[in-house]
C-alpha cells in the first residue's frame, strides 16, 4: 500500500482533524510532503482539507469546513494572480520579438 493511501486511510478512520506533525511522526514524512510544492501535489492534496488544526479527509469535514477551505484556498489564488498581474506592470517593457507571421506580413507589404 503507497504512503499516500496509508495516509488516506489513516485520515479516514480517525475521522476528525489530524495535526501535521502526527501524520509525519507515524508515516515518517516531511511536513513539506503533506502539502502541494512546485507544482506537485501533496501526499493529502487528493482527499484532504488542511486548516490550523492540522489536516481532515473530505469525507468527514462538515459543511463550514469544507467552505472556510474553500474560501481560503481561492482568496489565495487570486492573490496569487493580483500578484503576478502587479509585478508584471512594474516589469520594463520588453521588446518583443518579430513573429514567423509577421516577418510574412512584412514581406507582402514591402513587395
Known sequence: MSISSQVDAF?????????????CEKFYLHPRELRAS???????SNFAI????????INCC????????????TAHGL????????LQSKRPQQP????HEDY??????NA
Open 62 to 73: 462538515t459543511d463550514a469546513e469544507w467552505e472556510a477551505f474553500r474560501e481560503r484556498l
Open 79 to 86: 492573490a496569487e494572480i493580483d500578484r503576478v498581474t502587479t
Open 38 to 44: 512546485e507544482g506537485k501535489p501533496g501526499i493529502c
Open 104 to 109: 510574412q506580413q512584412s514581406l507582402l507589404f
Open 11 to 23: 485520515l479516514l478512520s480517525r475521522q476528525g482533524w489530524v495535526s501535521a506533525s502526527v501524520l
Open 50 to 57: 488542511s486548516g490550523n488544526a492540522g489536516f481532515r479527509h
Open 96 to 99: 518583443t520579438q518579430p513573429t
